[in-house]
């Protein structure tokens, strides 16, 4: 008795990848962007719980959060040659912007450069947490940078930290990259 097997082959579905939020981010927003979050992202059906934006910043960051920042604080053996390398690899791009920020930027070898310095510019939510880099007229890095924001207050902040190096170029042409957030987080 022989015995015909059949296979279906179901075509591969595309998977769903979902954006990750921080809890910086989700705390600027309205309780509507907030709702809508919930309906794109497929948590709960947010018109019809009727929670509050606290609740709906807990349920985010349950399902959706990512509390890491991928900063580069501090100096790793081989990092800013690698870092350099990539650069040079990578295509940059420039963008519109209405950004503006101080055009003088004074960073010391072993000083932080924080909220105080006040190397400040408008809140952008894409720019929130992302590293950023100068760079002098032959694309070498001077100084690496962090963006942040701080809770409570307007506007994103250039800071340094003390433990990563810093130098003057000879001739001083220098540009200020952002380097795009992590979506993956």
């Known amino acids: 008795m022989t015995h015909d097997l059949h296979y279906t082959f179901e075509p591969l579905r595309k998977l769903k990848r979902f954006r990750r939020y921080r809890y910086e981010e989700l705390a600027r927003m309205t309780t509507m962007q907030l709702m809508d979050i919930c309906e794109r ?36 053996d081989g990092g800013q040659e690698r870092l350099a390398y990539a650069l ?10 209405d950004l503006t ?27 929130d947490g992302v590293n950023a880099v100068i760079v002098d007229h032959a694309s070498e890095i001077c100084a690496i940078f962090q963006v942040k924001s701080y809770t409570g207050i307007d506007g994103l ?29």
Do not use: W
């Not at 101080?102 to 408008?122: H, P, R």
């Not at 003390?162 to 001739?171: E, H, S």
């Open 41 to 76: 992202e497929e948590i709960i059906h947010a018109m019809v719980d009727r929670l509050d934006s606290q609740e709906l910043i807990h349920l985010i960051m349950q399902f959706r959060g990512s509390r890491t920042q991928h900063l580069i604080t501090e100096e790793v």
């Open 88 to 97: 040079k690899k990578m295509k940059i791009r420039e963008r519109e912007h």
């Open 101 to 127: 920020i101080s055009g003088k930027i004074v960073a010391y070898e072993g000083l932080d450069t924080n909220f105080f310095d006040k190397y400040s510019m408008a809140y952008v939510n894409e720019l």
């Open 157 to 185: 902040y250039l800071t340094r930290s003390g433990k990563l190096p810093c130098r003057t170029a000879d001739i001083r042409n220098y540009k200020l990259l952002l380097f795009g957030r992590v979506l993956n987080q």
